[in-house]
């Protein structure tokens, strides 16, 4: 059985930096993309970013440039540094790991106060 535990997540004010880790534990063969997904309340979850075997990365739109995603294929970890964070970053932050199956993170909390 593999568990995703993600963490990182807290209270910073405008402008601030966050970083998220996410890691894997069970069994874990070949992992495919890697993901962060947000979800803000009253909203759907949302993708922010995205990470490729190859280290193809995709951001959406609203983090691009001020966020990073990154892997670590050894020990199975993902990161997303979060800088120069705005109140709309405000989510609960999961990340997703694609191993043939879908498998998510519970959540760590994102608040970014102004």
């Known amino acids: 059985q593999v568990k995703l535990v993600d963490s990182g997540g807290g209270l910073v004010q405008v402008g601030g930096s966050l970083r998220l880790s996410c890691a894997a534990s069970?069994?874990?063969?070949?992992?495919?993309?890697m993901g962060w997904y947000r979800q803000a309340p009253g909203k759907q979850r949302e993708l922010v970013a995205t990470i490729t075997s190859t280290g193809d990365t995709y951001y959406a739109d609203s983090v691009k440039g001020r966020f990073t995603i990154s892997r670590d294929d050894v020990d199975n970890t993902l990161w997303l540094q979060m800088d120069n964070l705005k109140p709309e970053d405000t989510a609960v932050y999961y990340c997703?790991?694609?191993?043939?199956?879908?498998?998510w993170g519970q959540g760590t909390q994102v608040t970014v106060s102004s």
């Open positions: 069970g069994s874990i063969s070949d992992i495919n993309n």
């Open positions: 997703r790991y694609d191993l043939g199956r879908i498998f």
